[in-house]
């Protein structure tokens, strides 16, 4: 090959780095782009991630639009903190996991401001928390995507979008800037939200290197009351079982992005960033707190442990017994917390690519290193229940002696680093061997800021290999067979909850820390994609099917007081399955269609706590054994999307289409045994369209759950106790849901067909 040619493969490569391994594994990718992000009218990350890529759920635990709990093969993403992080994810290149609980909070990020989204295979490049995968999300530039789109709709419960984005290159100097405001009163009680983002890149691209600089700013506020009784939402469906519980957010992210070719097929590529978080969260809570029987005048919280149930006197930070309010009110806990983080980290790559055995070697090598500082601070407050079940504060700060509820102060310090190779292979003109192998280490500090009790040093290492046999076995065929390891490692919220004497709620989950060992994934893959055409129509297909077996499963438990709860190791779990994607286009109508079965499994034979399930045992735990179902993981998921596109006259250009989505049963959080019923599957179907009005600007509407289906996405067990519902007065399950959305439309204007 000569020099021209090299240089061109050269050119051929991203020139910004999106994720470690330049491209690994991206050929069998589950990929969206800008267009796919907008089908609906105007961006939407999470719908489409639901709507268009096989065995994507959510689960609604939180009860917000843009704080889903993701789900993908059995393994989940989240932006709430005390969630198993299952998935990594990486922003441009740099880990976009928040170094406080490993969280993915995707609603930081304007979804106007995306170019793609990637949902990879498990693989040990892509480091800590790759369980389940890799979630890659690529922002636009002004060569990507020159030109101005805009969009602004309005819908039902208030609901409001309105975005910009422009982009442009002149030369080699190139500037892109998105916004987005959002937000929506909310279809449940007490559950309005409000987001503002915005996102700026300008960079420069050389004939052998360049330089971005991007900015992403954020400001959410975040109301999910989470789940409820499912008696409760049988009479109305849009109440809650106690309020408030609102997150709000301040986010900014700094990065830059150089490239340099070192020769005609060697690149250096580079991620940097500097991000800060300011995060509060207030949260109304019932709990068991009464009049002492042996003293009225005062408080008692009501706790149970092994069975055996015991009532402490309630007492405030300078351990005095604090004193039943007058008029015998409903009494709760108000919690409060405070977060301040900031994050640096870097990731560097050099890529050689180079013609082999009839086929391209490309071989990468690469380091990143993630530096986390987090202040964390929660108190309890005392409260009582309104009428409305709302959570007021009504006394002091809550400080039991034995730590059941107690203030925290605590500082966590994260040091992750990871070395590691991508090799691929040519074997022959159509076989491809693909190697990697990361080294992990994961450093976690905490200094406790009230006494000693937190103080700790944690330090976990794992080398991890992986190898895929890629076969191009005919034209438009190609199979592959795959084995990779991958590891997550406890985060400062886990280790720091993982004592059941001393259990932790989700706004303040800090206690003395037994530790915990990391979790360990090992992942076999067989795959086959093709494309074709037949009869006009344009075909393509992705079949996979997968089977990962994790070690010490790290699970959040409930414990024998309410609303607490603590993290430990729970032995092995196995998640199997089969993905099926499909696509067919012929002039303005294209067809899409795919499916996933996922069978989680416990693999071992442990006992839980699980006070609130009803067929615990006298102690409180249940046994759970292998071959026993996980929680919150849908065996079977189906989407079927038609949309059909054409002109109305010279040049007026419309489209229409709508979306199946089916889910099948779940079993509850906390029915590890699957005893209790399964939260029922259901069927939802959405409608959309579009028309020019004049060139270029386009009306648009959507209908989403158009049959108003009654459906939950997440279930639990909780205790009503002494909560009044006044919709339910002689509600007594302990099955609490997490309600879909009921019909809603939404209609808006677009810059742009």
Not at 428 to 447: C, D, S
Request: glycine share 12%; hydrophobic share 40%; aromatic share 8%.
């Amino acid at each position: 090959m000569s020099s021209a040619q090299e240089a061109g493969d050269a050119a051929e490569q991203p020139i910004l780095v999106t994720a470690p391994g330049a491209g690994m594994d991206s050929d069998d990718a589950l990929g969206l782009s800008r267009a796919d992000l907008a089908r609906g009218g105007q961006p939407d990350l999470i719908g489409a991630l639901t709507r268009q890529l096989p065995g994507v759920t959510v689960q609604d635990a939180q009860g917000n639009p843009w704080q889903p709990v993701l789900v993908y093969r059995g393994q989940t993403a989240s932006g709430a903190q005390g969630q198993a992080q299952g998935l990594a994810a990486y922003l441009d290149g740099a880990r976009f996991n928040l170094p406080f609980g490993d969280t993915v909070s995707l609603d930081l990020v304007p979804d106007a401001a995306l170019r793609s989204v990637e949902l990879l295979d498990s693989s040990p490049v892509y480091g800590l928390n790759a369980l389940g995968g890799a979630l890659v999300l690529e922002t636009a530039t002004g060569r990507s995507d020159p030109g101005l789109t805009g969009s602004a709709s309005y819908g039902a419960y208030g609901a409001h979008d309105v975005s910009l984005a422009a982009g442009g290159a002149a030369g080699r100097w190139s500037g892109f800037a998105a916004v987005q405001l959002r937000g929506e009163n909310g279809w449940r009680d007490f559950s309005s939200s409000r987001l503002a983002s915005g996102y700026l890149d300008a960079g420069y691209d050389g004939a052998a290197a360049g330089l971005h600089a991007k900015l992403l700013l954020a400001s959410t506020g975040l109301s999910g009351n989470g789940a409820a009784p499912e008696e409760l939402l049988a009479v109305r469906r849009s109440a809650v079982f106690t309020h408030p519980d609102r997150t709000e957010n301040r986010f900014a992210r700094f990065s830059l992005h150089p490239w340099a070719d070192l020769s005609p097929t060697t690149r250096l590529q580079a991620a940097f960033y500097a991000q800060w978080q300011r995060s509060r969260a207030l949260n109304g809570d019932a709990a068991d707190i009464e009049a002492c029987e042996d003293e009225p005048a005062l408080l008692c919280l009501e706790t149970a442990s092994e069975g055996e149930e015991a009532s402490q006197v309630l007492t405030d930070r300078l351990g005095r017994p604090i004193r039943a309010l007058a008029g015998d009110p409903t009494y709760a806990v108000f919690n409060r917390g405070a977060l301040r983080s900031r994050a640096f980290g870097v990731l560097a790559q050099i890529t050689d690519r180079r013609p082999l055995l009839g086929g391209k070697n490309v071989l990468t090598i690469g380091t990143s290193l993630d530096y986390g500082r987090s202040a964390f601070a929660a108190s309890t407050t005392l409260g009582t229940l309104d009428e409305t079940r709302g959570v007021e504060a009504a006394g002091p700060d809550i400080a039991q002696a034995d730590n059941a509820i107690a203030p925290v102060s605590v500082i966590t310090r994260n040091l992750y680093a990871g070395f590691f190779a991508a090799e691929t292979l040519p074997l022959g003109p159509n076989l491809r061997l693909e190697a990697g192998l990361r080294f992990n280490l994961a450093a976690i500090k905490l200094e406790d800021q009230i006494g000693t009790a937190l103080d700790g040093r944690h330090q976990f290492t794992r080398l991890n290999p992986g190898l895929e046999l890629d076969w191009d076995a005919a034209p438009g065929l190609s199979l592959r067979a795959g084995y990779a390891e991958t590891n997550r490692a406890p985060t400062p919220a886990e280790l720091s909850c993982a004592d059941p004497e001393a259990p932790c709620s989700l706004a303040n989950f800090f206690v003395a820390d037994p530790p915990l060992r990391q979790v360990v994934a090992r992942t076999w893959e067989l795959g086959a994609a093709g494309r074709s055409t037949a009869g006009g129509w344009r075909l393509e297909w992705l079949a996979s099917a997968y089977r990962a077996d994790s070690r010490d499963e790290i699970r959040r438990v409930a414990a024998g007081v309410r609303g607490r709860a603590y993290f430990q190791n729970l032995g092995d779990a196995r998640r199997q399955g089969i993905e099926l994607s499909f696509t067919a286009e012929r002039g303005g109508l294209r067809v899409g269609a795919n499916y996933a079965f996922s069978h989680a499994t416990n693999r071992s034979l442990v006992r839980i706590a699980s006070p609130a399930n009803p067929a615990a045992e006298a102690d409180g735990a249940i046994t759970v054994r292998p071959g026993d179902r996980l929680p919150g993981v849908p065996r079977h998921t189906a989407n079927l999307n038609l949309d059909y596109a054409a002109k109305a006259g010279a040049w007026r250009r419309f489209s229409v289409g709508g979306t199946l989505a089916a889910r099948s049963g779940q079993i509850l959080l906390g029915d590890d045994l699957n005893r209790a019923a399964p939260v029922p599957g259901y069927v939802v179907v959405d409608l959309r369209g579009r028309i020019e009005l004049l060139r270029e600007l386009a009306l648009f509407g959507e209908v989403r759950n158009v049959l108003n289906r009654r459906f939950g996405t997440f279930g639990t067990f909780g205790e009503i106790g002494e909560v009044a519902l006044a919709e339910a007065p002689h509600a007594a399950s302990p099955r609490f849901l997490g309600p879909g959305a009921p019909r809603r439309w939404t209609i808006g204007i677009r810059r742009g067909f």
